[in-house]
């Protein structure tokens, strides 16, 4: 079987469209689509349906996803077992708290893979840096902005408590309500101003600075925080999320890096997040 179409295969499934995994992988999209068929073909089945927005595994195209990315990986291993190590390039990445664990770990992993021999040291935003994975409100003179993800916010309650039985939640209903407070975060910032304005205060039980400690106090019935609408909480079974009716909270979040000197070195960071941002602009 051709390594090079499983390649692009994995590339398709993880880019959600035949043009960006062409973007991806530096070819012309003719050749991926080829590819693909010609692995379709030696499987017999396929892989992918074809429609308009782009492409969507079926079944078979599950099943092989796994078994393609472990064959890759191994085979990235045995020619790094046999290279001549050269230089580590060092590169400094801030990243801001507020960023998910499984996205990031996801992203890095990544990066990792596909830059040539990183030496990659995380650091706060606010230290020397190469690049920056902030959210766009906190960018700085002198800076390009690659988005990666797009945040929403809710209000995150304790499992079984009285507001979660409403549809959406009004700012007073947060008056005197036990709080988890989070800082710094921008969200936090906006909400704040949201009720100092409508005249409301919470009883702030607690102030932290991730949202992972901040979920855990919550799920304990410890107060209601504000929350991204991320996946995993929004499957905490301890954990409702309900919607401010007053408040729409979103922010971007993205690579920030010099826009006259970003080092090569950052070029594969910056071509997954704009897979990423990509692939939330189609869904």
Not at 189 to 212: F, K
Not at 246 to 259: F, H, K, M, N
Request: net charge neutral.
């Amino acid at each position: 079987m051709d390594v090079r179409s499983l390649r692009y295969f994995i590339a398709a499934y993880e880019g959600g469209s035949i043009s960006a995994a062409a973007r991806r992988c530096h070819v012309a999209q003719p050749s991926i689509s080829t590819a693909l068929v010609q692995l379709e073909e030696r499987l017999g089945t396929p892989l992918f349906e074809r429609h308009r927005r782009g492409i969507t595994p079926t079944e078979e195209g599950h099943r092989l996803y796994p078994l393609a990315r472990q064959v890759s990986e191994d085979l990235d291993a045995i020619s790094r077992l046999f290279r001549t190590p050269a230089p580590p390039t060092p590169v400094r990445l801030g990243l801001m708290r507020s960023l998910g664990a499984n996205r990031m770990t996801a992203l890095l992993k990544e990066y990792i893979g596909q830059g040539d021999n990183l030496a990659l040291t995380l650091v706060n935003p606010e230290e020397r840096c190469d690049a920056r994975i902030i959210g766009e409100q906190d960018l700085s003179p002198g800076e390009a902005f690659q988005p990666i993800w797009h945040d929403s916010y809710l209000l995150a309650l304790p499992s079984g408590h009285p507001l979660g039985l409403k549809g959406t939640v009004s700012l007073v209903d947060l008056d005197g309500l036990p709080f988890i407070w989070r800082h710094p975060c921008a969200a936090m910032q906006e909400l704040a101003t949201a009720l100092s304005d409508a005249g409301v205060r919470c009883q702030v039980r607690a102030r932290l600075r991730t949202i992972e400690y901040t979920l855990g106090l919550v799920a304990a019935g410890v107060g209601a925080s504000l929350v991204p609408a991320w996946p995993e909480i929004l499957a905490h079974p301890d954990v409702q999320s309900r919607p401010l009716a007053e408040l729409d909270i979103r922010q971007t979040i993205g690579v920030a890096y010099p826009a006259r000197q970003a080092m090569p070195a950052l070029a594969p960071l910056l071509q997954l997040g704009r897979a990423a941002w990509e692939a939330r602009e189609r869904s």
